[in-house]
């Protein structure tokens, strides 16, 4: 019987090995950043749906005031991080930053639960959690670029990012099925828990890196250089971006994105208010995009990333979503219907979770230490952010001039075509610094 039992296990090994394309001395570093993602992600996504009827309960009236506290927000934690990061180790910085959202979600846990005046506290965690969200995801993925080399990256990605999509199809879940037995506060104290098992995966893949690259004379950076305090000012992740046109770039990238996914989310709306008059049965069709989303995105997260990255390269992988998406806007420039949107929202959505944003992530494998945490931790929150608000008003300016969706799926046309050569372009750069990068730690 043991020896059933033996051979059952080698087997199932040998499934996951070709499934997940994983090498020897890997599989802990995937375990434990995949229970990274999804332990972050099911935090995030149980505080969600309070965090939208918190935007009801502070005044949709209001609503643009809580993007543009959003906004400000991020304005001022960009430059406290940058401190954090100057002055405590990567082993110490990480786990703060985590330590402090987790102090934030207790203390939200007892307002909530005193009788504090909740519209003031309903705009205050919308606020919050939209600063959050983008924070901790972007710090997950400069760890991860810190973490794993190029090559790895290729590798791994795509199914290190599938933990983030089961915990995000598992946090609402757990909220839907225990906020109206246990209250909104006490499902707060199941988010700080999970987000404190993400504190322990960081601890986990921080020895495994010590004990794996100690082995590895191959691999540039030192123990001592992870151990060091990041160098520079706090306000070094907006210098380092505008001494870069690459990271640069990255920004532009970042900015069509927004702007893209911000016209498609009010068509979205738009059409989906006009073909439903009920609020129940829109809230069903949204429901039902967001499902159709998730399972696409596991599926090709977990079987297709990787290797769509081997057989393109990393530059086509880039260019695919935008180069499909301008697709779909011309299709909706001749005929904008209910059906033809959803689909186009569908693969969109997920074709950024699964491919975009790892292949994206990829991008920064090959950028210094403090342009990993610095730099693409203001490009993931202020630039982002700021990406959304300017793309809604150039919306709604559209709107106001008469234009149709039609018209305006004219407009995301171009701007489409443009983001495909961009990340084209990108992809290609980031060719040329992993080959210079090898020569040059070849001939050291």
């Not at 030192?222 to 992740?237: I, R, W």
């Amino acid at each position: 019987m043991p020896e059933s039992s033996e051979l059952t296990k080698s087997r199932l090994a040998e499934r996951l090995q070709g499934m997940v394309n994983m090498r020897q001395g890997e599989g802990r570093a995937i375990f434990w950043s995949f229970c990274y993602f999804f332990s972050l992600l099911s935090s995030y996504y149980i505080l969600r749906p309070i965090r939208d009827e918190m935007g009801v309960t502070a005044g949709i009236e209001q609503m643009h005031w809580l993007f543009t506290g959003t906004f400000v927000a991020m304005l001022l934690v960009v430059p406290a991080f940058g401190w954090v990061t100057t002055r405590y180790q990567r082993k110490q910085f990480l786990p703060i930053i985590y330590y402090f959202f987790i102090s934030n979600i207790l203390l939200f846990y007892l307002l909530f639960e005193s009788d504090s005046s909740l519209t003031h506290v309903a705009r205050a965690f919308f606020i919050w959690l939209s600063v959050f969200n983008l924070f901790v995801v972007s710090v997950f993925w400069s760890f991860m670029t810190d973490l794993f080399r190029n090559e790895q990256a290729k590798r791994l990605f795509g199914f290190i990012s599938a933990g983030g999509t089961i915990g995000a199809i598992a946090g609402p879940a757990m909220t839907a099925l225990l906020v109206q037995h246990i209250g909104t506060g006490h499902m707060l104290l199941i988010s700080a828990a999970l987000l404190s098992l993400s504190v322990l995966c960081i601890r986990r893949l921080i020895t495994w890196q010590t004990t794996h690259r100690a082995t590895d004379n191959s691999d540039p950076d030192s123990e001592n250089q992870q151990d060091k305090p990041l160098a520079g000012g706090v306000l070094d992740g907006i210098l380092l971006v505008l001494r870069s046109p690459y990271l640069l770039g990255i920004c532009v990238l970042i900015l069509l994105y927004t702007t893209l996914s911000t016209f498609l989310y009010f068509q979205q709306a738009q059409i989906v208010k006009a073909a439903f008059a009920d609020s129940g049965t829109r809230t069903a069709v949204f429901a039902s995009i967001d499902f159709a989303v998730n399972t696409l995105t596991l599926l090709i997260q977990t079987f297709f990333t990787a290797r769509l990255v081997k057989w393109l390269g990393l530059s086509l992988t880039l260019a695919l979503i935008p180069l499909l998406l301008s697709l779909g806007f011309l299709a909706l420039a001749f005929l904008p219907v209910l059906s033809l949107l959803i689909a186009v929202q569908v693969i969109r959505r997920a074709g950024n979770y699964a491919i975009m944003r790892p292949s994206r992530e990829m991008l920064y494998v090959v950028v210094s230490r403090e342009e990993k945490y610095k730099a693409k931790n203001f490009i993931d929150t202020v630039v982002y952010r700021g990406g959304d608000a300017l793309s809604s008003w150039l919306y709604a300016g559209m709107r106001s001039l008469g234009l149709s969706l039609s018209a305006i799926a004219w407009v995301a046309l171009p701007l489409s075509l443009l983001w495909a050569w961009i990340a084209f372009q990108l992809g290609r750069k980031q060719a040329v610094i992993a080959m210079q990068d090898k020569v040059q730690t070849e001939g050291e």
